[in-house]
């Protein structure tokens, strides 16, 4: 049986580069069982202790994720999925608890994933999206929270974060997902003419090609690192910036009409 | 280059823009010093935040005058693209009338920005007035109307709404028409190039704020300040 390709890469955006700062956002990789939890977070920029809020977070929520899936009567994603961020939560609380510090300054969005077998199921709070390829072609899993202004997120850490809390549909038959913060937003989602997004094939089928042949996670991240740091996406964001991919299947040893895109 | 960013496309090449109104008094009263020093003060306006890379492709400004008539001066353009209009005193002053406007503005310009599925940042309404509205009473139903949209916009978080007096503003009746959260300032004299340079310093600050960011702005009335917040 085929391990799935999973890696990812956090990048400081120019504009932490510049003032020294470091990148707040994190995510964190777990395989359990017969899947995959994958947590994605982005530390609030007006929040002093968000860097480490977000890693506390995605440690949390695939910690939680990848003990449930590797339990003998595993859950299906969207129980896994949707329990994730209350551990991520509590986590959260108690480190505040620790350090006398107050919860918004560890301020953070989280975007959390479950997978198992092809299907998968995204727990979201704030900003930052998925997308997966399916046999029927790229869906948009998880949107960006709809927020008017460019610069207002609910965090996880908010009072009414449940009420802030999305959680996906199943999405079946995926063969490549994607989560990434909002510093990738306008590389991988266009309008849809309708006040919405969908996601752009043309940044997605060359990175969900690139994800099944490459031969190693660590290669995959380089590359990833790469091109989260290059000037394409620097262009017209100087934030911090995160992508995290997984190539479930076929593989290249696999039946040629099942191949990526 | 790494060789994803040679064959990856940019889904939306387009940068989270700043939409500003600056709503300017040019009755009569402005005439001479008080016009000019106005003119000179958006012109620098608009050069200083040309020269903030991540601004001048984020900033979008436009004028609306009031005096013998309340006229857009400038429709909405980038800053790179603006010209300032060379503005002339004379007239009364339709202040209500011109706010209205300026809110209008807003909101055309929102609109247009989920078109194109632009992002963008909560808009600004600058207010630079050296007298008291013409075209409207406190009471009256224009007044009641303009209060109201002032006062709601601000708490609905459609824009925000700053209010500048210049002498002999009343700014006793500024402070019932700003919102009660964010009451207006005093122009102290001969200050127009430091509001401006306060003005332009916040826009790239706020254009430069990205998700999660707590914008924080200078204050206008510190002892070096261009304003002085009227107790009188």
């Known amino acids: 049986m085929h391990v799935p390709r999973v890696f990812g890469a956090s990048v400081a955006g120019a504009a932490h580069v510049s003032s020294g700062t470091e990148c707040q956002d994190r995510f964190a990789i777990r395989l359990g069982g017969d899947g995959i939890v994958i947590a994605v977070a982005d530390g609030l920029g007006s929040a002093p202790l968000s860097a480490l809020g977000a890693s506390e977070a995605v440690d949390a929520a695939v910690g939680a994720g990848a003990a449930m ?22 986590r959260l609380e108690r480190r505040t608890a620790e350090g006398a510090w107050p919860l918004k300054h560890l301020g ?149 009409s099942v191949h990526a895109p | 280059m790494s060789r994803l960013e040679e064959r990856i496309e940019i889904a939306n090449p387009q940068h989270p823009h700043c939409a500003t109104v600056l709503v300017v008094d040019t009755s009569g009263s402005m005439a001479g010093d008080k016009i000019r020093q106005l003119n000179d003060g958006i012109a620098f306006f608009v050069q200083d935040v040309q020269g903030d890379d991540l601004a001048r492709k984020r900033v979008d400004v436009s004028i609306v005058a009031f005096g013998s008539s309340v006229r857009v001066a400038h429709d909405f353009s980038s800053i790179d693209a603006f010209a300032p209009p060379s503005l002339r005193a004379d007239g009364s002053t339709p202040m209500g009338e011109a706010i209205l406007s300026a809110i209008d503005q807003i909101r055309r310009r929102k609109a247009e920005y989920r078109e194109k599925g632009t992002d963008y940042y909560r808009p600004w309404i600058f207010l630079i007035t050296d007298g008291q509205p013409t075209d409207m009473k406190p009471g009256d139903e224009l007044w009641d109307r303009v209060s109201r949209e002032v006062h709601d916009g601000e708490r609905n978080k459609e824009f925000l709404f700053f209010a500048v007096g210049v002498e002999p503003a009343d700014l006793e009746l500024l402070r019932r028409l700003a919102p009660p959260e964010r009451p207006p300032v005093r122009l102290r004299r001969g200050r127009f190039q430091e509001m401006f340079a306060w003005l332009s310093r916040s826009q790239q600050r706020v254009s430069a704020s990205r998700v999660g960011d707590s914008v924080q702005l200078e204050s206008p009335t510190g002892p070096d300040g261009w304003a002085e917040i009227p107790t009188t």
Not at chain 1, 69 to 90: I, K, Y
Not at chain 1, 145 to 152: G, L
Not at chain 1, 187 to 213: E, K, N, S, T, Y
């Open chain 1, 69 to 90: 899936l590797g339990h003998p009567s595993a859950p299906g994603p969207e129980t896994v999925a949707a329990a994730m961020p209350a551990f991520a939560r509590v």
């Open chain 1, 108 to 256: 953070c969005t989280l975007v959390a994933i479950a997978v198992r077998g092809t299907s998968a199921c995204v727990a979201h709070v704030g900003d930052g999206a998925v997308v997966a390829l399916t046999g029927a072609g790229w869906v948009l899993a998880s949107p960006p929270a709809r927020a008017e202004y460019a610069n207002v997120v609910d965090p996880l850490t908010a009072d009414g974060w449940v009420h802030a809390l999305r959680v996906s549909e199943v999405v079946s038959d995926v063969r490549f997902i994607a989560a990434f913060t909002d510093g990738c937003h306008h590389a991988i989602l266009r309008p849809d003419g309708c006040d919405g997004v969908v996601p752009h094939a043309g940044f997605l089928d060359p990175v969900a090609a690139f994800a099944a042949q490459t031969l190693s996670d660590e290669e995959g991240a380089a590359e990833l690192e790469a091109l989260l740091g290059g000037a394409k996406l620097g262009e017209h964001s100087d934030d911090d910036k995160t992508l995290v991919v997984a190539w479930i299947g076929p593989f290249a040893s696999d039946p040629p």
